[in-house]
């Protein structure tokens, strides 16, 4: 038979359950609780009564939730005994007073006020991740979860972080809470903020966060194959070359062929502002992305910067040649508008993406010999 007090204490460590923290706290089907209590033996009613009479004193006093209590009859008693045999907890708020914790019962608390100020979208984030919420004030958490909200893909269009202004933020509101709203916009759009990192998702200044793979197509250009770089060092220190590919992965770095006089630059993602460089203005440059409705945003930002650049790949022939093989669902497509930068065929193609059950195409899924005779192709136009 167990006491209140051993049962308090599982039900302090199940609150510290992230699983089961979730499930009861968001989930209505997760209640009544029932506990089982557990009845004396007979040998314990006959050798040690007294210790029986105040298992039931201790049951009698407990007042949170209900005690289901059923008459037994031992063979040492004359009559039956009121045993009690079950604990039930008929909501969230009673299996917090139920622990007996001061701790829980304040965490509770905390997290019953974000609950009704904030998302039910981040709702299941702020359980989980209760140490990373309960670290910070409340104001601050709510917060975030309103400039998560309010922020987009690319909206920072090349401002540091700290001169965003949404939800009435301050300068250091991304300081303090750089994880918190990184993971908030994961819920919003399936993981891309920590893909590709803050500054990248937004589109905002690198500020040393982001770092690019170089890669020298050439062979003699750079004194390495390949070097990692800084996002915003490209924006005052030119690379060699006559030419540049922009590629959005650095996963398709085998995909590209050899190439004279070029450089690739992989994996800047949404953190295209370091384009705004003025040595790029004299190269021949072409773009590669994955064709999906966040791909061609990227390359319309990415025009943005470079009019002139020469797209690879991201065309509706390519879409129909290969998406019968390789077409999977666009986990969060971008905003239903068309960005503006796309050329007509490319905006009809961003509309027929948002409207298909296949809508991406992943550009590390082309073969490599159709790669190779497209970037050669421009390579051979650029010197015509």
Sequence with gaps: MKSPVELASRLARQWQNADQREQRLLRQDSWPL??????????????????????????????????????????S??????????????????????????????????????????DPRFHSLIIRRRSLVMEKPECDVIRSSEAALQLQPGCADGKPLRALSVAGIDSKFFERNRQLVTLM????????????????????????????????????????SQM???????????????????????????????????????????????????????????YWGDIDTWGLTMLANARKHIPRLTPLLMDEATFEQFVEANGVVEPQP???????????????????????????????FLPASDVHRAIEGWMNDSLA
């Design 334 to 364: 971008a905003p239903t508008i068309t960005p503006a930068g796309l050329t007509e065929s490319e905006a009809m193609l961003y509309q027929r993406l948002q409207q298909s059950d296949r809508g991406r195409l992943e550009q590390e």
């Design 77 to 118: 008693t004359s009559e039956a005994i009121d045993i009690p045999t079950h604990w039930t907890l008929e909501t969230p708020s009673q299996w917090a007073r139920a622990t007996g914790s001061h701790e829980v019962k304040r965490e509770y608390d905390a997290l019953s006020r974000l609950a009704s100020a904030t």
């Design 34 to 75: 029932t506990l089982s209590i557990g009845k004396p033996t007979g040998s314990a009613v006959r050798d040690n009564l007294k210790r029986v009479q105040e298992h039931l004193r201790q049951w009698r006093e407990v007042t949170i939730g209900h005690v289901q209590w059923q008459p037994v009859r031992f063979q």
């Design 185 to 224: 916009l994961d819920v919003l759009f399936e993981g891309q903020a920590s893909e590709t990192g803050l500054e990248a998702f937004l589109g905002a200044e690198d500020e040393g966060h982001h770092w690019l793979l170089v890669a020298d197509l050439d062979g003699k250009l750079l004194p390495f």
């Design 228 to 286: 990692r770089i800084r996002a915003h060092e490209l924006q005052t220190t030119p690379l060699p070359g006559e030419r540049l590919v922009l590629v959005e992965n650095e996963r398709c770095l085998h995909q590209l062929p050899r190439l004279s006089g070029t450089v690739s630059v992989l994996g800047s993602g949404l953190n295209l502002a370091w384009l705004n460089a003025t040595w790029l203005k004299g190269r021949t440059i072409a």
